[in-house]
T-cell receptor, first 114, second 113 residues
Framework: DADVTQTPRNRITKTGKRIMLECSQTKGHDRMYWYRQDPGLGLRLIYYSFDVKDINKGEISDGYSVSRQAQAKFSLSLESAIPNQTALYFC?????????????FGPGTRLLVL | DQQVKQNSPSLSVQEGRISILNCDYTNSMFDYFLWYKKYPAEGPTFLISISSIKDKNEDGRFTVFLNKSAKHLSLHIVPSQPGDSAVYFCAASALQGAQKLVFGQGTRLTINP
């Protein structure tokens, strides 16, 4: 079984709809992250959480919210989806204890907002 | 402001030859640099890293070189194999930046038989 799972893997929605992307991990890591990938822009950080009670905004948090339901679960919500939120979304985890911040990524969710 | 830049969107190399992927950064506070590899329909996977106190790190066919004065790092793959065809992301982190990773735009490497 995969260490970091994301659901759904693909989603098509309409402008104005609320959607939630979910991430679960079995690595036992405290730190979790949400990124989006756009062509030519690489991966950009949306939100990150260093433990269940810690939520931090990343580089591009506008239009998004998150919920850390448990150590293993971190959800990303688009309250009112817009077309420029069409992207590939990745969840990642890390243990935070090492000097080198190696993050482990899920397989991604491809989102299309019409 | 793009703090980590990969200026080559794509690179094509013949099987068996050396692949060299380049990355430039602007933030002198970065302490660690990492390379991730991404196949289609999969998430990025960690490949190799280097601390700012070193100028070279080697792991099998993969070597990362860091030139701090030029704020430049490169990934060398020797010899290149068809399975190396993927998108490669350069990333950097700063201990004072809560260890968040900043990624480059990615370079798509194609290894031709």
């Amino acid at each position: 079984d995969a260490d970091v799972t994301q659901t759904p893997r693909n989603r098509i929605t309409k402008t104005g709809k609320r959607i939630m992307l979910e991430c679960s991990q079995t690595k036992g890591h405290d730190r979790m992250y949400w990124y989006r990938q756009d062509p030519g822009l690489g991966l950009r950080l949306i939100y990150y959480s260093f433990d269940v009670k810690d939520i931090n905004k990343g580089e591009i948090s506008d239009g998004y919210s998150v919920s850390r339901q448990a150590q293993a679960k971190f959800s990303l919500s688009l309250e009112s989806a817009i077309p420029n939120q069409t992207a590939l979304y990745f969840c990642a985890t890390s243990d935070g204890g090492l000097a080198v911040e190696t993050q482990y990524f899920g397989p991604g969710t491809r989102l299309l907002v019409l | 402001d793009q703090q980590v830049k990969q200026n080559s969107p794509s690179l094509s190399v013949q099987e068996g030859r050396i692949s060299i992927l380049n990355c430039d950064y602007t933030n002198s506070m970065f302490d660690y640099f990492l390379w991730y590899k991404k196949y289609p329909a999969e998430g990025p996977t960690f490949l190799i890293s280097i601390s700012s106190i070193k100028d070279k790190n080697e792991d099998g066919r993969f070597t990362v070189f860091l030139n701090k004065s030029a704020k430049h790092l490169s990934l060398h793959i020797v010899p290149s194999q068809p399975g190396d065809s993927a998108v490669y992301f350069c990333a950097a982190s700063a201990l004072q930046g809560a260890q968040k990773l900043v990624f480059g735009q990615g370079t798509r490497l194609t290894i031709n038989p």
